[in-house]
Structures are given as C-alpha cells and as structure tokens.
C-alpha cells in the first residue's frame, strides 16, 4: 500500500516541478543513475547493503520496489533536482536539502520496516551514499566523462569495503 502512496506522491511531483520540455536534456543522467543502481543490485545480489520490505503483499518484493523506484520515482526525482539547481552559495545549501529529505526519507521507511540494513550497511552510509549519489548526478549532468571517472574509484572502494568476495582478498 505504501509503495502506492509513494508512486501517487511522485505523480503529483512530476505534475507540478517537472519541466517536460527538457526531458531529453536529463535524460543521459537518468540512464546513468539506472545503470549505476542496477550494476548495484546486480553485483550485490546475493549480499545486500539494503533491501526494500514490503508488509502488505507477499508477492511485493524488493526487485518489484526497488524497480518502481529505478525507473520511476528517482527520473523524476533528477529532473527536478536538476531543473532547481542553483548558482552560487546556493548550491551547498540545494544539495544539503536533497540529502537530508532523502536520508530522513529513509529513515522514516527503516523505522517502519519497509527498509531494511544488511551487511554493515547503516543510516550513516546511506547519508554518505547521498552525498555522493547527488554530487554525481549533478557531475554527470555537466561533465558525463568526469562523473564516469570519479565514480570507478568509488565503487571500487566500496566493493573492498562492502563485498565479502572483495573483501577476502585484502
């Protein structure tokens, strides 16, 4: 039920702050956050960091959450980040909002069950995790090449960090 809930929420979002005119431009920066996330789930399939529970229906599992949320909730989520994103000293405090909402967002989900930690995973990673995913969307958007780059090393880092069969091999 509340991933309906959700869906309608972010319906309404994309009525009122999306600017479809420029869907085309957020576009290469939409499919770059999917591929990063579905190489996620892809390679931490059998250990996850995080899991989405669903406490309704049994057949609402965390793929069919966590797809809704790949290819629905996050492209509107981008391109209304980046349609507002600001100049200036602004910029800190626009990124600074984002994490926070989207950080308190799953804390509110992980209090109620329907977020789940696993594998070391905790609050404070994911709120490191945002900070990084938004100043990469915001990369990606402006340099592709750039983003691509900076964002190797990181996923490196944690698969040493994160990934057991990585991890034995320090």
Known sequence: ???????????????????????????????????????????FYNHTLWRYRAVTIDWLNHTLIELTFTFFIVPVVIM?????????????????????????????FEKRGLFVYEN??????SVLFNVIMFTMVRTHYRNPLLAMIISLPIIIIL????????????
């Open 1 to 43: 039920m509340y991933l309906i809930f959700v869906v309608i929420v972010y319906i309404i979002f994309a009525k009122l702050f999306v600017d479809w005119k420029r869907w085309k431009e957020y576009y290469p920066t939409i499919l770059f956050f999917i591929v990063c996330n579905l190489l996620y789930n892809f390679v």
């Open 159 to 170: 698969l040493f960090i994160f990934h057991p069969s990585i991890s034995e091999l320090k």
């Open 80 to 108: 209304i980040y980046l349609r507002y994103y600001p100049t200036g000293k602004r910029q800190f405090f626009y990124l600074a909002a984002w994490i926070i909402y989207f950080s308190f967002i799953e804390f509110l």
């Open 120 to 125: 070391g995973w905790d609050l404070k990673w």
